[in-house]
Nanobody, 119 residues
Framework: QVQLVESGGGLVQAGGSLRLSCAAS????????MGWYRQAPGKQRELVAS???????VYADSVKGRFTISRDNTKNTMYLQMNSLKPEDTGVYYC?????????????WGQGTQVTVSS
């Protein structure tokens, strides 16, 4: 089993910064994908940033140049550094991982952390 726990959310003024963390535990050797998603009130959950299987990074157009995804394999933790935050960045941020077991890929989600950006 794999557990994902996010932290680091909070309330920040527009233009401020936050760093989110996603700590993975359990059978992490079976993870072949990790990414950050967010869901704003009344909207669908959307990709913010992720690592590809080749290790490169992908960003939503709306966060390019402002957000940086990174990871520390020694700590089994993924991060999302968010700078120049805007009110439209407000939402619940989720960590997602894909766990492979045989021929089956399981999609796993953390519990989410709230980010609120005030204008």
């Amino acid at each position: 089993q794999v557990q994902l726990v996010e932290s680091g959310g909070g309330l920040v003024q527009a233009g401020g910064s936050l760093r989110l963390s996603c700590a993975a535990s359990g059978s992490i050797f079976s993870i072949n994908y990790m990414g950050w998603y967010r869901q704003a009130p009344g909207k669908q959950r959307e990709l913010v940033a992720s690592f590809t299987s080749g290790g490169s990074t992908v960003y939503a157009d709306s966060v390019k140049g402002r957000f940086t995804i990174s990871r520390d394999n020694t700590k089994n933790t993924m991060y999302l550094q968010m700078n120049s935050l805007k009110p439209e960045d407000t939402g619940v941020y989720y960590c997602k991982a894909h766990k492979v077991s045989g021929t089956i890929t399981y999609q796993l989600w953390g519990q989410g952390t709230q980010v609120t950006v005030s204008s």
